[in-house]
């Protein structure tokens, strides 16, 4: 079945530490993006990418890095500079530019010991 | 002003009734709307598109008000399953996607 994963599901991480999220698609979509949700607040938008090679940054960028390899793989990483990781995250992907409808990974919950 | 409010709830509704959200906007620009499900702890998934003309599905219908700037969903005969957070969604482009805070429903036996 088609669909968008991602990994790990919980994630306990030392502060000070760097961790890496993966999200997965075998959608042949093009665009994918990475979202965090806090308790209380909409999702809000880290980075996204339109195509390979290419990722543009989100409202809340600073202390998060991404890279865009291959079309199907889209990995975050939470860096040390990120002040309150501590979080929902959520990878989407869109099938292209005339196509609306976001899908949903099942997303990695962060907890920042 | 917010780009996209919703009165976060809870709606608290018996089995069986109405129960209508709206979702107020700002950004007039915004080409596409949609609401969302999100269970707890579980990722969002889409619920349907909204259209001027309105768009129906079973027991949900979506409206969109351009003039008035806000988009709705009423529920009819609400099953326990329906309970979840409904979120309102605004597209205009890959870049511009905005997520209210959601609404939370909570149906009662």
């Known amino acids: 079945d088609g669909g968008i994963t991602q990994s790990p599901k919980y994630l306990f991480r030392k502060e000070g530490q760097n961790v890496t999220l993966s999200c997965e698609q075998n959608l042949n979509h093009d665009a994918m993006y990475w979202y965090r949700q806090d308790p209380g607040q909409g999702l809000r938008l880290i980075y996204y990418?339109?195509?390979?090679?290419?990722?543009q940054k989100g409202d809340i960028a600073e202390g998060y890095s991404v890279s865009r390899e291959k079309k199907e793989s889209f990995p975050l990483t939470v860096t040390s500079a990120q002040k309150n990781p501590t979080a929902f995250y959520l990878c989407?992907?869109?099938?292209?530019?005339?196509?609306?409808?976001?899908?949903f990974g099942p997303g990695t919950r962060l907890t920042v010991l | 002003r917010k780009e996209v409010e919703q009165d976060p709830g809870p709606f608290n509704v018996p089995e069986g009734a109405t129960v209508a959200f709206n979702c107020t906007y700002s950004?007039?620009?915004?080409?596409?709307f949609f609401w969302y499900r999100q269970d707890c702890r579980k990722e969002p998934k889409l619920l349907m598109s909204?259209?001027?003309s309105g768009n129906e599905d079973g027991r949900f219908t979506a409206q969109l008000n351009r003039a008035s700037q806000y988009i709705s969903l009423l529920i009819r005969d609400s099953k326990l399953s329906d309970s979840a957070t409904y979120l309102c969604?605004?597209?205009?482009?890959?870049?511009?996607?905005?997520f209210g805070t959601g609404t939370k429903l909570q149906v009662i036996p």
């Open positions: 989407a992907s869109v099938q292209g530019p005339s196509y609306n409808e976001q899908f």
């Open positions: 909204v259209y001027s």
């Open positions: 969604v605004l597209y205009g482009g890959y870049q511009k996607v905005t």
């Open positions: 990418s339109q195509i390979v090679n290419d990722f």
């Open positions: 950004n007039s620009a915004s080409q596409s």
